[in-house]
């Protein structure tokens, strides 16, 4: 794939805000971007080459993509895996990784399926399968939408069938996990090369109603308890396929005392607790009453993952294009403790006109990135902002006084 670097066309699947720093990131290479995303203008247009206006599994305009591009790749689950399998063209990651990880319950039973530490789950297609799940697992539960759900749409927690009911109306395909009682949300950007695997810094991450509000890197949690989760990323890459970046989200909890795995109704439903598998470094054993826990899996860049652009030696977006093309690997060291903080659109929806960039920028190592959406809605990711430090509190202070400087008019 050297002939691609300069010159090479890459095909993306979906035009949103990944999208717009995927073509940031190529560009520098000599690399053209081209995206397929049924919004006209998306946010991607400014820094790719072309826009191709048309749904995610439109095949026609597939092909046209493929026909334009030496690689393809996505941005967003809602690209159609067989549609792009059917594709000549190479795809990364590879649609099969898209199609396990598009179906929330496909995913936990291949992990579980790998040995890897999940919450206990069951399949949930009727009320009666609810009921069982309640007994099985608790009350209360976490309910998620096997497809389609995204920033904590198509997830809920009810304590109840008829709550249940209130928020899915139909209980067919959910999935029914344990509510996991964890010390810390954890993740790391994991990365599929040609013949190489590596994983970015494990960072902490603060959500509120589901929605990422904050990722400190790296995290403030001990040695141990990091380079177990790294090893748990790492056996996460073995079992999926094709190059690419992979946002892979854990939990830090309590070891449950239950030495490999907790019954459940269906032996493809369990939870896998610290399976024994060889250690990937030498470093001190983690804490007796720690457990890391496999979340969710995006075969994609991740909001988690944004800090990497001023924080790490390489991007997670530049790591993306340089692994789709099948180019070495870039250095996934931290360049400094850094913080990143969502700008999340508040108010009632309206034309985006964003305030206090200039206050925002006056914050020392305070970078900005905006995605050029047209219109702000409640919740809505418009932008992110990051800053570094000498230490981590150092660093997040920075990231909130530039982030609560912005504000929409």
């Known amino acids: 794939m050297d002939s691609l670097v300069p010159g090479g066309t890459l095909g993306v699947v979906g035009g949103g805000q990944l999208g717009r720093m995927l073509a940031e990131a190529a560009s520098p290479l000599g690399v053209d971007v081209v995206v397929l995303d049924p919004t006209p203008d998306c946010p991607a247009c400014p820094p790719a080459a072309d826009q191709l206006v048309a749904d995610f599994d439109d095949r026609d305009a597939l092909e046209s993509l493929a ?5 393809l790749t996505y941005e967003i689950e809602l690209a159609d895996a067989d549609a792009l399998e059917s594709l000549d063209a190479p795809v990364h990651p590879a649609p099969d990784s898209l199609r ?56 809920h927690v009810a304590a109840t069938v008829s709550d249940a009911v209130g928020y899915f109306d139909d209980l067919t395909g959910l999935v029914a996990e344990e509510l996991v009682d964890f010390d810390r949300e954890l993740s790391t950007i994991g990365v599929r090369g040609d013949g190489e695997r590596d994983a970015f810094p494990v960072v902490e991450n603060v959500h509120e109603d589901e929605i990422l509000r904050e990722t400190v890197a790296p995290a403030r949690t001990d040695d141990a308890t990091v380079e177990r989760a790294r090893e748990v990323a790492l056996d996460v890459l073995d079992a999926l396929d094709g190059r690419g970046v992979f946002g ?19 032996e493809s439903d369990a939870l896998v607790s610290n399976p024994e598998r060889p250690r990937s470094g030498d470093g001190e054993e983690p804490r007796a009453d720690t457990e890391i826990l496999v979340n969710e899996i995006a075969p994609r860049p991740h909001n988690s993952g944004h800090y990497t652009i001023e924080g790490a030696h390489t991007s997670q977006f530049e790591q993306h294009v340089r692994a789709v093309l099948g180019l070495p690997l ?34 020392e190592t305070a970078a900005l990135h905006w995605y050029g959406k047209r219109d702000v809605r409640p919740l809505r990711k418009m932008g992110h902002v990051t800053a570094s ?8 202070s920075r990231a909130r006084t530039a982030r609560d400087a912005l504000d929409f008019q």
Not at 67 to 71: E, G, L, M, P, T
Not at 103 to 128: I, N, Q, T, Y
Not at 248 to 260: K, P, R
């Open 67 to 71: 026909a334009r591009a030496d690689v």
């Open 100 to 155: 396990t990880t598009g179906d929330k319950l496909a995913e936990k039973r291949a992990l579980a399926d790998a040995g890897l530490p999940v919450p206990a789950f069951r399949e949930v297609h009727s009320e009666s399968d609810l009921r069982d799940a309640f007994d099985d697992l608790g009350s209360p539960l976490m309910l998620k939408a096997r497809r389609g759900g995204y920033d904590g749409r198509g997830n």
């Open 248 to 266: 892979i989200e854990l939990f830090e909890t309590q070891a449950s005392g239950q030495d490999a795995e907790r019954a459940s109704g269906d």
């Open 330 to 363: 870039g250095s996934t060291e931290l360049r400094a403790p850094t913080a990143m903080a969502n700008l999340l659109g508040t108010g009632e929806e309206r034309p985006a006109s964003l305030a206090g960039a200039a206050d925002a920028l006056g914050v």
């Open 389 to 396: 430090g000498d230490d981590i509190e150092t660093a997040l």
